[in-house]
């Protein structure tokens, strides 16, 4: 694991707007996320960016890692972030923004919002159900990550896709997509139009599901599916602001 693929905090102290907790996608870490983390550092906002188990590492040690461990990670970060005493937001990319839901749906008196970037919900690929039984006989398939428009851009991510954990993943989005009415945080989603990895239905699925009141969409037209790290991403960086300030007035609203 190289220094840029670990886990990261940001502590403005008093000064800090609110926290976000920002979570990376499947076979990625953190290292998709420090550019954005690094932009709202810049805007006034904390950033609590966790490593989630198996990740950073060989695709065989992922292999061995559940979706119970990566949502158990996302809130280990989560409580880490609200020691710090700032309102807290989360963000996500892909997985990451599964795992986000699936924390608004267990936890949303502890966020005020959501960001998503190309979230995760369901799987279209027909193959995608046979998972549990080809991991006995594929451990492995080729890697899914750096789907990028940029061509001198890579993301760092395990050199193959280990299927067991790919059908762990399966799972949570299986305990998360029936319980979508559970989201009522304000949300808000960014979709690449042109995505290899994660179809972009997944977002109208998302967005038909929640029975959140305030949610904002915004297509990203020059970005695959790592979007935080594409051409895009400006607009991730700023929009997610843009939408934190926002949201903390709304609050300031109702508790003057």
Known sequence: MTSDSEEFTFDLGADAKATMVLCHGFTSDPASMRPWGE????????????????????????????????YRRLEEAVDEALA?????????????????LRLAEQRGGDLSGLVLVNPAIFDDKPQGFLAPVLK???P????????????????????????AAYASLR?????TRPELARVTVPLRIFTSAEDHVVSPRNSAVIRAGVRSK???????????????????????????????????????????
């Not at 799972?171 to 305990?175: A, D, G, K, M």
Request: net charge neutral; aromatic share 8%.
């Open 140 to 163: 492995s398939v080729a890697s899914i990550g750096s789907d990028l428009n940029k061509p001198d851009v890579r993301e760092k991510t395990t050199s193959r896709t280990p299927v």
């Open 39 to 70: 932009h709202l550092r810049g805007e006034g906002f904390n950033v609590v960016s966790p490593l989630l188990p198996g990740h950073g590492d060989t695709w065989q040690v992922l292999a061995k890692a559940t979706w119970q461990q990566w």
């Open 214 to 256: 305030d949610v904002e969409s915004t297509v990203l037209p020059r970005s695959y599916h790592v979007a935080t790290l594409d051409y895009d991403a400006e607009t991730i960086f700023s929009g997610s602001v843009e939408f934190m300030n926002r949201q903390l007035v709304k609050a300031r609203g109702v508790h003057d």
């Open 136 to 138: 006995y006989v594929m």
């Open 84 to 100: 710090l005493g700032r309102p807290v937001f989360a963000g996500g990319l892909s997985m990451g923004g599964s795992l986000c």
């Open 171 to 175: 799972r949570l989005w299986q305990v």
